[in-house]
């Protein structure tokens, strides 16, 4: 349960939740053949839900409320004199204005990821060999953007107003293997590898409706490079 003050009304206190369990199948009795080369064995898996207040940690703080700027020096108004004025006020420097610079969203909420993780822990040949695997899957929803393309010209806003609104996914697999001994009573070695791969996709994305696909990035790996081929 987290709250954050860079939201109002429902979205300042958000419950994001998180289950997790293992089974150690090494500890189970239709394993006990396994046990001259197998020391341990465990299946894990965790899905949680992760709130991130986005906006406070780039400095982009309060963006639900509107914000004014005052300023001067601006077009003038009144008679064609050396002095114009606007009301009974002289001001060589132009008149006062006052005009938003930023539209507040009062419905602005958290980021939300949401998180699988599936894994094997493992030990081998009297607990020398060690194997690690994890596979994961990552939903990145709810991101808070401010679209160009989301709100027409024709709405007539200056500045766009941060939403929830894209969504990216990330999924990979990683995984080590490492094996330790020692020679003699003092010298002790370990050899290892480790490696990973992952891929990501861009599902709701803020851009034209182009009807040309090289244009689109909706669909595509958040690296990627695309375009039109000559």
Known sequence: YNGSPSFRGKNQ???FPSVGASWVLSGEKFMHKTRSWLDFLRLRGEYGHIGWDGMKSTGQQYMTKDRWTTSTGQSVFGAHTSNRWFGDQIDSNGSHLTSY?????????WEVRKELSLGIDALFLNQRLNLEWTYYNILQED????????FPLAAGIIQYPFINYQKNRYYGTEFMLQYSDKIGRDFRYSIGVNGDAYTTKRIIVDELPYHQEERLYKDKPLD???GLVY
């Open 13 to 15: 206190y958000k419950l």
């Open 101 to 109: 610079n930023r539209i507040g969203n009062p419905g602005l909420s």
């Open 143 to 150: 991101q808070a953007v401010r679209p160009g393309n989301y």
């Open 224 to 226: 990627a490079l695309f």
